[in-house]
Nanobody, 125 residues
Framework: DVQLVESGGGSVQNGGSLRLSCAAS????????MGWFRQAPGKEREGVAS???????KYADSVKDRFLISKDNAKNTLYLGMNSLKPEDTAMYYC????????????????????WGQGTQVTVS
């Protein structure tokens, strides 16, 4: 089974920055589309960013130009750099691995992802 462990969350002021990490078991970052999702209290989980095996990235409009998804396959680690954070970015952030083995990302939809971490909290005030 794939195991994903997020870290790097915390509390920051409006306009601040954070970098989230997701340590993955096995060679999952080099073989599957990986994504970041978030869920704010009382809201549905939403896709934030994804990166394919080939390095193609996709972002939600709300985070475009502020967040950067990247990965280090040698370390089996996924990252999410977050700049210019806003209070509306406050949420639990989850990393996820695609259920498909072709390495492509099929869209920032929950159903496209089969493995999930436990989440790391980001609070912006």
């Amino acid at each position: 089974d794939v195991q994903l462990v997020e870290s790097g969350g915390g509390s920051v002021q409006n306009g601040g920055s954070l970098r989230l990490s997701c340590a993955a078991s096995g060679n999952i970052t080099g073989s599957r589309c990986m994504g970041w999702f978030r869920q704010a209290p009382g809201k549905e989980r939403e896709g934030v960013a994804s990166i394919s095996t080939y390095g193609t990235t996709k972002y939600a409009d709300s985070v475009k130009d502020r967040f950067l998804i990247s990965k280090d396959n040698a370390k089996n680690t996924l990252y999410l750099g977050m700049n210019s954070l806003k209070p509306e970015d406050t949420a639990m952030y989850y990393c996820a691995a695609s259920r498909f083995s072709d390495g492509f990302c099929s869209g920032l939809l929950e159903n496209n992802f089969a493995a999930w971490g436990q989440g790391t909290q980001v609070t912006v005030s």
